[in-house]
């Protein structure tokens, strides 16, 4: 946990519990959370059904009933359908030095399911030391996701679009 997120928990002890890690090496007691919270990019790196709907049925045995699960996911799938491989710049200052980070997706991995996603970081001024990282990002289809979701117990389950709070059909 982060400084901000122990000074929330700090804040609210007595109405608000945090936890933090890998969903199966919690111990999560059946109906103990009134809402579960998934934020950044967890989502893309869960590789497949065989991972996701473990930790969707815990989520949801977690959950007490009437309970909430909102997790945010990276559209992958839509930037692979609209041939958009680039993830925006970021620019960040580290000890005084510019540090640059530049992600993007190559679609053409010969599973529809898989992305790899690059991280190039150029780590000073005169751009001469370039580090190059390559992972695999899962590429979810909103219908899987529903699927998944709706066998893990969260019925109906509803998708939003994080941009306008449209539900998707």
Known sequence: ????HRALLAAHEKSL???????????????????VISLGNVWANILGEAQALPIFQALSKALRPGGGLLIQMKNIAGKKARKEPYIAL???D??????????????ETGDPHKAHIHFLSILDQDESEVVHRRGIHWVW??????ALLDRAGFTPPKLYNLIGGQEIQ
């Open 17 to 35: 519990r945090f936890e933090a890690g890998e969903v199966a090496a919690l111990s999560l007691e059946e109906g103990s959370f009134d809402a």
């Open 90 to 92: 970021v620019i960040r």
């Open 1 to 4: 946990a982060t400084d901000t």
């Open 94 to 107: 580290n000890a005084g030095e510019k540090v640059i980070f530049h992600r993007f997706f190559d679609f």
């Open 141 to 146: 289809q909103w219908e899987e996701i529903t």
